[in-house]
């Protein structure tokens, strides 16, 4: 806390100074715990996508540097760029966007930090934030199936019961985990319900 009596956060001098404030709300200026910490966490999907696909990734993942655009017969992976729209979006700039090219499938992958008791407030925002995009993509890409996926930790390193479903879309196994073809475990749930 700051001085005796004043209970504004040091860092940003907005909000109250808590433990919630500063791991999931602070954005002090020229320094960003928050952003850093969602690159950072950012990057392990994205080196997973990258080791996917075929591209080359370092033997580390957090070695590995962000590119704007990688593109291989796969797929193409788009790193923090505004994807290109025919009409006027404001939110057409995800975390990662995933064009798989051999499934015809896209992924708009947002990561979020929140607050363990938010998370799924955040899950909820990153899921409607693009519904506009997701219109003009699915006229740019006829055939294409799409979907949002909001990778939310919380700020003390929980995750919701919705997790593991949603590493599958990113983190895709060989072959199921289960072997009965009824298996109802989170990881052999199908990903695209068309």
């Not at 219109?135 to 294409?144: C, E, I, S, T, W």
Request: hydrophobic share 35%.
């Amino acid at each position: 806390m700051g001085n005796a009596g004043d209970t504004h956060c040091r860092q940003c001098g907005e909000g109250v100074e808590t433990i919630r404030h500063i791991l999931s709300q602070c954005h002090p200026k020229g320094f960003n715990l928050y952003m850093e910490r969602h690159d950072h966490a950012l990057l392990v999907v994205y080196y997973d996508l990258c080791k996917h696909y075929g591209f080359e990734v370092t033997p580390r993942w957090w070695e590995l540097q962000t590119l704007p655009v990688r593109e291989n017969h796969h797929a193409k992976i788009l790193w923090d760029v505004p994807i290109p729209t025919d009409g006027d979006i404001v939110a057409r700039r995800p975390d990662i966007f995933l064009q798989d090219k051999i499934t015809t499938h896209l992924y708009l992958i947002e990561m979020a930090v929140a607050w363990d008791s938010i998370q799924e407030e955040r899950r909820a925002e990153k899921q409607s934030k693009y519904k506009e995009l997701c219109a003009d993509l699915r006229r740019q890409f006829p055939g294409y199936c799409m979907d949002v996926v909001p990778v939310v930790i919380g700020g003390l390193g929980t995750v919701t019961h919705v997790w593991w479903k949603t590493c599958a879309v990113f983190l895709p196994r060989e072959k199921p985990c289960h072997k009965s073809k009824e298996c109802s475990a989170l990881c052999c749930v199908p990903l695209c319900e068309s």
